[in-house]
């Protein structure tokens, strides 16, 4: 029997749109990449890893899947750049409407904007923790202020952020960090012969919280396909404590696993992304 092509690949009464706890939004979208391009593959290239994933979670030792996880249509927009936040985020009010908790598959990192749009008027308190090896906080860049080198700036205009993993940005994102107090920055370099300070990030987020994966957060000898890869990164058990804090101590309620650029004949990095989102899945379903 051929396997689904969902999430996981798991059986369709489990991915049940009207019964899952849980929904993946794939958004193939790529318009303002600098560097490399690729992106717009990201969200096919995870789903098609999941599908490798094995469904027993060995550190919960639980299988999250049974919770529900219904993969939706991917979103596409082909309209105007400057619109395309609005319109995703109609679209991520509609899968969050229900009280499910919904995963975005990018795609480049300017879709996180359209989340932020509709969960702000469910969560007022709302703060976003931003994994990232790059700050987005530039007000424009290269003829936009909706790219993904400005996403955190336009999302700052609504939300408190705390970023964690930078380790490269501009002077004109370093003074926006020193100047708006709505900025905490943890720098890669500041754990760099230590532990990452997992308790000073989360008791710096509000009690609802989106977390915004970037997959160059990680160190490219584990995670080498994105876009803009910078030495120094996140390790894999790293990553996974601060999600698993966050997730215990705060109420997280959305999240996104970007900037995944397939590398062809290289899976490695389309299944970390997929475990990584996988396991998110798990954390919150035991709060862990």
């Given at each position: 029997m051929e396997t689904p092509k969902n999430f996981l690949g798991i059986p369709a009464e489990f991915d049940d749109a009207a019964r899952s706890r849980f929904a993946i939004l794939p958004v193939p979208y790529e318009k303002t990449t600098t560097y490399a391009r690729g992106t717009?593959?990201?969200?096919a290239a995870l789903l098609?890893?999941?599908?490798?994933?094995?469904l027993f979670d060995e550190e919960l030792e639980q299988e999250t899947w049974r919770e529900g996880i219904h993969t939706a249509e991917p979103f596409v927009w082909d309209g105007e750049h400057a619109g395309m936040a609005a319109a995703l985020a109609r679209r991520y009010a509609e899968l969050h409407g229900q009280g499910r908790v919904v995963a975005m598959l990018g795609g480049e990192h300017s879709i996180t904007l359209g989340p932020i749009l509709a969960l702000k008027e469910r969560y007022p308190k709302l703060s976003v923790l931003h994994v990232d090896a790059h700050g987005d906080l530039r007000d424009e860049y290269e003829g936009t202020r909706f790219g993904h080198g400005c996403v955190m700036r336009r999302v700052l205009e609504h939300v408190p952020i705390v970023q964690v993993g930078i380790r490269s940005l501009s002077t004109e994102e370093v003074e926006v960090i020193r100047r708006d107090p709505r900025v905490g920055t943890l720098f890669a370099h500041q754990y760099a012969d230590g532990e990452l300070p997992v308790k000073q990030v989360v008791d710096a987020l509000?009690?609802?919280?989106?977390?915004?994966?970037?997959?160059?957060?990680?160190?490219?000898?584990?995670?080498?396909?994105?876009?803009?890869?910078?030495?120094?990164?996140?390790?894999?058990?790293?990553?996974?404590?601060?999600?698993?804090?966050?997730?215990?101590?705060r109420r997280v309620v959305g999240f996104d696993v970007v900037e995944l650029m397939p590398i062809p004949g290289q899976p490695a990095s389309d299944f970390v992304a997929a475990r990584l989102t996988y396991r998110m899945f798990g954390y919150l379903t035991r709060g862990a």
């Amino acid at each position: 029997m051929e396997t689904p092509k969902n999430f996981l690949g798991i059986p369709a009464e489990f991915d049940d749109a009207a019964r899952s706890r849980f929904a993946i939004l794939p958004v193939p979208y790529e318009k303002t990449t600098t560097y490399a391009r690729g992106t717009a593959g990201g969200p096919a290239a995870l789903l098609e890893a999941s599908r490798q994933v094995e469904l027993f979670d060995e550190e919960l030792e639980q299988e999250t899947w049974r919770e529900g996880i219904h993969t939706a249509e991917p979103f596409v927009w082909d309209g105007e750049h400057a619109g395309m936040a609005a319109a995703l985020a109609r679209r991520y009010a509609e899968l969050h409407g229900q009280g499910r908790v919904v995963a975005m598959l990018g795609g480049e990192h300017s879709i996180t904007l359209g989340p932020i749009l509709a969960l702000k008027e469910r969560y007022p308190k709302l703060s976003v923790l931003h994994v990232d090896a790059h700050g987005d906080l530039r007000d424009e860049y290269e003829g936009t202020r909706f790219g993904h080198g400005c996403v955190m700036r336009r999302v700052l205009e609504h939300v408190p952020i705390v970023q964690v993993g930078i380790r490269s940005l501009s002077t004109e994102e370093v003074e926006v960090i020193r100047r708006d107090p709505r900025v905490g920055t943890l720098f890669a370099h500041q754990y760099a012969d230590g532990e990452l300070p997992v308790k000073q990030v989360v008791d710096a987020l509000t009690d609802d919280v989106y977390v915004s994966f970037d997959l160059d957060a990680f160190d490219p000898s584990l995670v080498p396909a994105v876009g803009t890869p910078e030495p120094g990164g996140l390790g894999w058990w790293q990553a996974l404590r601060l999600l698993r804090e966050a997730t215990r101590r705060r109420r997280v309620v959305g999240f996104d696993v970007v900037e995944l650029m397939p590398i062809p004949g290289q899976p490695a990095s389309d299944f970390v992304a997929a475990r990584l989102t996988y396991r998110m899945f798990g954390y919150l379903t035991r709060g862990a």
